[in-house]
């Protein structure tokens, strides 16, 4: 069992910056990949980063690259999102997530963002 506690969301005008952490409670290294999926309102869950535990490969959505960043700490068991030029459509909930090697699927509690125009 793998829990999961995603923080830093908050409100923020646009242009502005916002990092998000995401701990995990077990080694990270029993952790295939971890990043974030965000829902707005009335609509789907999608991902927005992500990252390998091994290797420190990632994955963008095409509406973040350029802006978003995702990194990730070995040591805390924690991953990292630092959003800058942040727009209005960046408005969600942003789950993070955890993948086991053994496929198993973790979400946080998640943690809003507001982004003001």
């Known amino acids: 069992q793998v829990q999961l506690v995603d923080s830093g969301g908050g409100l923020v005008q646009a242009g502005g910056s916002l990092r998000l952490s995401c701990a995990a409670s077990?080694?990270?290294?029993?952790?295939?990949?971890m990043g974030w999926y965000r829902q707005a309102p009335g609509k789907q869950r999608d991902l927005v980063a992500s990252?390998?535990?091994?290797?420190?490969?990632?994955n963008y959505a095409d509406s973040v690259k350029g802006r978003f960043a995702i990194s990730r700490d070995n040591a805390k068991n924690t991953v990292y999102l630092q959003m800058n030029s942040l727009k209005p459509e960046d408005t969600a909930v942003y789950y993070c997530f955890a993948r086991t090697y053994g496929a198993n699927l973790y979400w946080g509690q998640g943690t809003q963002v507001t982004v003001s125009s």
């Open positions: 990252i390998t535990t091994s290797g420190g490969i990632t």
């Open positions: 077990l080694s990270i290294f029993s952790i295939n990949h």
